[in-house]
């Protein structure tokens, strides 16, 4: 005898936690989680650059408390600032790609 497969897959759950895609709260839901992102490769890039909030702070004008902030996706960020932590805080480019 042939034993069912219960597991739910993530994609499954979401739906039906937050609805299809295209729905408003799965669209606010997947806004969140890519802001979410954005917090956790700052901080990792800020990591393997071996800087404090403070020192990325410095380097590109703006506030320990805001990179914390960003960090921990307590904030909306704004591109221009974005941009700014990327080229001043890490001397990198930000290339987006759009699906």
């Not at 597991?7 to 989680?33: A, C, I, N, P, W």
């Amino acid at each position: 005898m042939k034993k069912e497969n219960n597991m739910t897959s993530f994609v499954e759950h979401l739906d039906k936690q937050y609805g299809k895609r295209g729905t408003e709260t799965r669209e606010q839901y997947e806004q969140g989680f890519e802001t979410f992102k954005l917090g956790v490769i700052l901080q990792e890039m800020r990591k393997d650059e071996g800087l404090t909030q403070v020192e990325l702070a410095e380097r590109c004008g703006t506030t320990q408390k805001y990179i914390s902030r960003i960090e921990n996706n307590d904030s909306n960020i704004r591109l221009s600032t974005l941009l700014k932590v990327i080229s001043e805080g890490f001397g990198r480019q930000l290339v987006l790609n759009v699906q």
